[in-house]
């Protein structure tokens, strides 16, 4: 089974999706934007626990935090771009065995009304477990009260529809550094304006006053979603014992988050040490 689960996860990646795994589940690809012609999209699951697993599909609405974490928010809400609404997919349920896939298949169904923007959902996998019904088994004694706690995994996935003109700026500020148990981290905020969430990687790298600069830190596949304008970051640094970080400066860039030599960067800031 093992080398069946790797074949399928050495295809997917081949096809330039990324992917994790949450639980039993791995799922690939971990985002789906629908912009200019696209319509569809195929999402694909694969079971690598070592025994049958169900899930139910269905979507959930979040809003970001400048923490990073998400919050669950009202579907009713008339104030939120919600995806859901131009969005089909199948099957809702998915039942695997050890080492089997599934594809789901995602359909986007644009309509005039539409307003510029963006418009966000969360396509949620939730994990079925079989649970064993109230008074199905007696207890060993009389008055003794039995818990059993079985977790329950869920994993969502952002679905994004752009419409119409949108765009987005990003800047960094205040940084500054913060030493801690041992560890350095570097805190700053990613700023975002307009009508269009941010997604792309981090890179922090050391400019010595001598020689040429290196990379200490990197945070990949980082989001900024239209409800929040700042994200707030620390970004652990990975320092040798040699770098003393009283000279020189630090260069963090946000850019573009595909693996290509021609990387967009979309802000760039400097921290200047004394």
Known sequence: MAKKI???????????FQSFAQGDLLITPTRVVFEGRKQSQAIYLVNVGQEKATYSVSFIENDQTEEGGYTRVDPSAKD???AEPYLRFYPRTISLEPGESQTIKLQCRRTPEMKDGEYRSHLYFRSEVNY??????????INTISVKLTPVYG???PVIIRSGAVNANATLSDLGLE????????????????NKSLYGNLIAEYVPVKGKPYQIGAINNLAVYTNINKRKVSLMLNLSPETKLNRGKIRLRFTSANDTRNQEIFAEAELELK
């Open 179 to 194: 030493t801690q148990d041992m560890e350095t981290k570097l805190n700053f905020h990613l700023n975002r304006t307009g």
């Open 6 to 16: 790797l074949a399928i996860l050495l295809l997917l990646l081949s096809m330039g």
């Open 155 to 157: 994993i969502s996935i």
């Open 132 to 141: 064993e019904p109230l008074g199905e088994s007696e207890p060993d004694t």
């Open 80 to 82: 939120k771009m919600f």
